[in-house]
């Protein structure tokens, strides 16, 4: 039987690995948290493609098969989930548990920790239904107010850090908890793509700016009411890497992937989702940064 753990206390985890005296502010909450809080415990990420009620296998089912087989079929290998065997995996950020699980099912000792109760409960259903025997932990909280038993071999986050405010201090506080030859992975937003574009050119045409630009993006790419944006950040790559810069962080590689189908009406439908032509257009156009990194020596 998998085995976890939601919403631990601070004795669950006991001091900080290597930080024993830091002062972890219980009371800590971002207007950021709050925003996503707001619009992702009533509905959960990426649930509208699904049909299925949510929690069922085929719920799971219809999520994995849309994430790996249409939207974004190039996680697995580009993220390596296939080297992540017996290595300890922190994800920011769970979502729905469609990586989660599939990390687990490649052998990573895996630990997810989030703000929202729904997508840790829906990460949770995942587990229990997908047949796997390995234990896993969940946490509920912020990041920053979450100490560590063990540094980790690997935190992954995708498509997360661009909807946290204080993301600075995240970046620092993972560069903390990683092992000295531990690996950052992540994806986030990115300023110069086709997704970017056509929010761009939706808001001038259909919402005709009467809501801020951000309201509409985070509209469009959220599923937020109009008047209650999530934190969104869109960025170019260099902007993303003068964080990490910041942050203690160097670059071991990078690239650009996010080219769907329906991009091209009508030709994007006779396309592999994962075929050289998406890739290569996800390469110039795509929505995603995807980084790879390690702590600088």
Not at 134 to 150: A, K, N, S, V, W
Not at 234 to 263: C, D, M, P
Not at 284 to 296: A, K, T
Request: aromatic share 14%.
């Amino acid at each position: 039987m998998s085995q976890a753990a939601l919403a631990p206390t601070r004795a669950d985890f006991g001091p900080d690995f290597d930080h024993p005296g830091i002062d972890f502010d219980t009371g800590l909450d971002y207007e950021s948290n709050r925003r996503a809080r707001g619009t992702w415990e009533v509905t959960a990420v990426g649930s509208q493609r699904a049909s299925a009620d949510k929690g069922t296998r085929e719920y799971f089912q219809q999520m994995r098969d849309y994430r790996y087989g249409y939207e974004t079929p190039w996680i697995p290998e580009m993220f390596r989930f296939d080297q992540l065997a017996g290595k300890s995996v922190l994800e920011i950020g769970v979502g729905n548990g469609i990586d989660a699980t599939e990390m687990a099912w490649n052998g990573a000792h895996y630990t997810g920790i989030d703000i929202t109760q729904n997508h840790l409960e829906l990460t949770r259903q995942n587990f229990e239904q997908s047949g796997l025997e390995t234990p896993y932990r969940l946490i509920e909280g912020d990041l920053l107010t979450t100490p560590f038993r063990e540094p980790f071999d690997t935190v992954y986050s995708f498509g997360v850090l661009h909807h946290i405010s204080h993301e600075q201090r995240y970046l620092e506080r993972i560069r903390q908890i990683l092992r000295p030859d531990g690996t950052l992975m992540f994806a986030v937003y990115g300023k110069y793509s086709f997704f970017n574009a056509w929010m761009a050119a939706t808001w001038l045409t259909r919402n005709r700016c009467r809501n801020a630009y951000d309201d509409w993006r985070s509209h469009v790419a959220e599923l937020s009411p109009l008047g209650d944006p999530v934190t969104i950040k869109i960025r170019s790559r260099k902007e993303v890497e003068a964080g990490l810069s910041a942050a203690g962080f160097q670059v071991i590689s990078y690239a650009k992937r996010g080219f769907v189908q329906n991009y091209l009406p009508g030709v994007g439908r006779l396309l592999k989702p994962n075929g050289w032509t998406l890739q290569t257009l996800g390469s110039m156009l795509g929505w995603y940064h995807i980084f790879h990194c390690r702590p600088e020596e």
